[in-house]
């Protein structure tokens, strides 16, 4: 198991819980990339059938990235993944029915304890596709608002962790903060950007009203988007963090992506906040959905960039492409027979 030590909820108190649950010698703490990297080859090594995450989505990511790039450079097989919800959004742990840390008790962290035990008794798994950007392999990336936002929250963290709010600092109030003072804000004065979304792989086609199909399919090379966009984002998995569900349509088709591309503004975001929340929202003139599964998006101008919840900077194109699946755990699957 590799807990990113660096995670909201990965305390001295878990590690030593998990420690004591896990055989000796199995429990990794990350707390950068480059070590990752260097405690994938270990597991590669060691031939772990399923390597278990602890942490938030970035953590996931950053693991799966580094064991499935060491697994193929050494025709290694690719093992099985699974995630404890550890870290702040948490967007996969919504999809695999992870606990969470939950509650201390007499035999350490309830909802791990009772994760771990589900997971060594019949724990089922399902086949998991992924987006990969800039070689990283992730749930979802996106362009605009979300990555702006993730920026402002790292900024309001910070502040609230020097602070008598520093245990609260790392989660949703941080998130509400940054984007009623920050980021939602910004967006009445910030320039819109330019976006285009040229198809670079098998055919494309446009999402409409409960995920009927709109128009004929976009060829290799066609244009898929072009126009205003606060923001462009894809995924393979229904939500974001904390339970929002951006990408309603993501598990409609195992063969694609789903592409979502708005330029709601954030008047209209607000007043339709709780249909948006729970992926209801439907308004073909603002926001626009798309099937595909290789893709370039281009930006005007240079416009921040988002992988699995982590801010790469701002980008001005980037290719996003559907990954081969990968083995997962999930909690709501059907047990091992």
């Not at 940054?178 to 320039?191: H, I, M």
């Not at 088709?253 to 330029?263: G, K, S």
């Not at 954030?266 to 290789?294: C, H, K, M």
Request: hydrophobic share 40%; with cysteine.
């Amino acid at each position: 198991m590799v807990v990113n030590g660096n995670a909201k909820s990965v305390t001295a108190e878990v590690i030593e819980t998990l420690d004591q649950i896990l055989d000796s010698g199995d429990l990794f703490v990350s707390r950068s990339v480059e070590e990752s990297e260097g405690i994938a080859r270990i597991l590669v090594d060691r031939g772990y059938g399923t390597i278990l995450t602890g942490g938030g989505d970035g953590t996931f990511t950053s693991v799966v990235t580094a064991v499935v790039n060491e697994a193929k450079r050494r025709s290694a097989p690719i093992p099985r993944f699974g995630l404890l919800r550890l870290g702040t959004g948490n967007s996969l742990a919504w999809v695999l029915g992870a606990s969470g840390a939950g509650e201390k008790g007499s035999g350490g962290f309830r909802g791990l304890a009772v994760d771990l035990s589900r997971l060594r008794a019949d724990a089922g798994s399902r086949w998991l596709r992924l987006v990969e950007a800039e070689g990283v392999l992730s749930p979802f990336c996106g362009f605009g608002i979300d990555a702006e936002m993730l920026k402002d929250y790292t900024r309001v963290k910070g502040l609230l962790a020097r602070g008598p709010l520093k245990r609260i600092a790392p989660g949703m109030v941080s998130y509400a903060i940054a984007a009623t003072t920050k980021t939602l804000p910004s967006y009445f004065v910030r320039r819109t950007p330019h976006c285009r979304v040229i198809n670079t792989g098998s055919d494309a086609v446009r999402v409409g009203e409960k995920g009927s199909i709109l128009g004929a399919p976009i060829r290799k090379g066609g244009v898929i988007y072009e126009g205003p966009a606060k923001l462009a984002c894809v995924a393979t998995i229904p939500y974001y963090g904390f339970g929002l569900r951006m990408f309603p349509y993501a598990e409609d088709r195992p063969d694609r992506m789903q592409l979502r591309v708005t330029n709601l503004s954030p008047v209209a975001f607000v007043s339709n906040f709780q249909t948006i929340w729970r992926g209801e929202y439907e308004d073909l003139e603002s926001t626009f959905d798309f099937f595909v599964d290789d893709i370039t998006i281009e930006m005007d101008p240079p416009t921040a960039f988002q992988i699995g919840g982590d801010v790469r900077g701002d980008r001005k194109s980037i290719r996003v492409r559907l990954t081969e699946p990968i083995r997962i755990v999930d909690f709501y699957a059907p047990p091992r027979g």
